[in-house]
């Protein structure tokens, strides 16, 4: 049973940067034709992907976030991670994780909720 | 930017059936971009219910459906019931490693 869990500090100073790192486990992360990714949503707002990181990989953003945006993998460790430099309040948000693939949709984690103070 | 649409807001009354859909700001929604659908209730995370335009994900009522109806993707539920009232996202996959969201659908049951 494939699960995927969020982890990192809840609260970020506003121009820090934020750090989350989601741990896979009933799959693997080299696994051939899946994406990994980050998906977020603001308090009342809809759903945001941020960007995937192919089981190759290679890193694939939204244009919207690619400058403040890196996601990179630790094959070893079965996880792979989020920065986002240069926070502002409108980087509060809940962070999914998931599992990506065209053919089979997603597969999510259960989310964190990340803060971001003055 | 590509835009996916979706209805902000809509009702339906419990055994009715109502059909939400997805389209593009510019172009047609096609099995080319798989769509998915997924269910939210409050404080919870997204569920995917629909993948690939029309298969359920395991243990989704078959009360769900998905198509494409003309130029959109569409999720059918027929019979709907009180714990259908959810937000229901549309996800298309572009290629190229990008997905986008669309706004998302809030359904009351009433």
């Known amino acids: 049973q494939l699960q995927l869990q969020e982890s990192g500090p809840g609260l970020v100073k506003a121009s820090e940067t934020l750090s989350l790192i989601c741990t896979v486990s009933g799959g693997s992360i080299s696994s051939s034709s899946y994406y990994w990714g980050w998906i977020r949503q603001p308090p009342g707002k809809g759903l945001e992907w941020i960007g995937s990181?192919?089981?190759?990989?290679?890193?694939y953003y939204n244009p919207s976030l690619k400058s403040r945006v890196t996601i990179s993998a630790d094959t070893p460790k079965n996880q792979f991670s989020l920065k986002v430099s240069s926070v502002t309040a409108a980087d509060m948000a809940v962070y999914y994780c998931a599992r990506l693939a065209a053919p089979s949709g997603l597969h999510w984690g259960q989310g964190t909720l990340v803060a971001v103070s003055s | 930017q590509t835009v996916v649409t979706q209805e902000p807001s809509f009702s339906v009354s419990p055994g009715g059936t109502v059909t939400l859909t997805c389209g593009l700001s510019?172009?047609?929604?096609?099995?080319?971009?798989?769509p998915t659908w997924c269910q939210q209730t409050p404080g919870q995370a997204p569920r995917t219910l629909i993948y690939s335009t029309n298969t359920r994900s395991s243990g989704v009522p078959d009360r769900f459906s998905g198509s494409i109806l003309g130029n959109k993707a569409a999720l059918t539920i027929t019979g709907a019931q009180a714990d259908d009232e959810s937000d229901y996202y549309c996800v298309l996959y572009l290629g190229s490693g990008i997905w986008v969201f669309g706004g998302g659908t809030k359904l009351t049951v009433l």
């Open positions: 990181i192919y089981y190759s990989g290679s890193t």
């Open positions: 510019s172009g047609s929604v096609s099995t080319s971009y798989y």
